[in-house]
């Protein structure tokens, strides 16, 4: 059963930074399209980046494009999200998950394995 743990969320003052990792349980993560997404509250969960298993394509949500980054790290089946400039409307939810089918994909229910989640909160 593959497992995936998210941590780095946190509390921070908006124009701050913080560093998401999420760590898989697989030894074929190597495989595996990788995404962040994100639900704040009363909203419908959004993709926020994504990232193919050889890290060569990578997709951003219009939103975040230039403060977020996603990267992954296959020797330590890790993928990381470095968010820069925050601001209080990334505050959310923040998920990551695993796409193993495909590639590279951008759609949110191609992403069948799932964290459970790691709370952002950006205050003003």
């Known amino acids: 059963q593959v497992q995936l743990v998210e941590s780095g969320g946190g509390l921070v003052q908006a124009g701050g930074s913080l560093r998401l990792s999420c760590a898989a349980s697989?030894?074929?993560?190597?495989?595996?399209?990788m995404g962040w997404f994100r639900q704040a509250p009363g909203k419908e969960r959004e993709t926020v980046t994504v990232?193919?298993?050889?890290?060569?394509?990578?997709y951003y949500a219009d939103s975040v494009k230039g403060r977020f980054t996603i990267s992954r790290d296959n020797a330590r089946n890790t993928v990381f999200l470095q968010m820069n400039s925050l601001k209080p409307e990334d505050t959310a939810v923040y998920y990551c998950?695993?796409?193993?089918?495909?590639?590279?994909?951008?759609?949110?229910?191609?992403?069948?394995?799932w964290g459970q989640g790691t709370q952002v909160t950006v205050s003003s």
């Open positions: 998950a695993a796409d193993r089918d495909k590639y590279y994909s951008t759609t949110i229910d191609d992403y069948d394995i």
């Open positions: 697989a030894p074929t993560f190597s495989g595996y399209a």
């Open positions: 990232i193919s298993w050889s890290g060569g394509l990578t």
